[in-house]
């Protein structure tokens, strides 16, 4: 499975977690719209550093980094 399918499929499974709707677009905003909160970036922070081997305390973040598959495709792929 190549990394943006991956990341979409766990996006999905947390989007379900939360009770909102699982389908979304590469660009829809997902914290800053309320669809997921701070205990569901640091879930996505968990999972990016276990599936991608990134060191997100090294590298540092913000909220905006998280807010779309494709900003979050931005961290995982250099």
């Given at each position: 499975m190549d990394k943006k399918k991956k990341l979409k499929t766990f996006l999905q499974e947390l989007?379900?977690?939360?009770?909102?709707?699982?389908?979304?677009?590469?660009?829809?905003?997902?914290?800053?719209?309320?669809l997921l909160d701070s205990l569901a970036v640091l879930r996505m922070v968990v999972f990016l550093e276990e599936e991608f081997g990134l060191d997100l305390a090294e590298r540092g973040f913000d909220q905006n980094d998280f807010d779309s598959l494709s900003n979050i495709m931005r961290l995982v792929t250099p």
């Open positions: 989007l379900a977690d939360y009770g909102k709707e699982t389908d979304f677009g590469d660009d829809d905003l997902l914290v800053t719209s309320g």
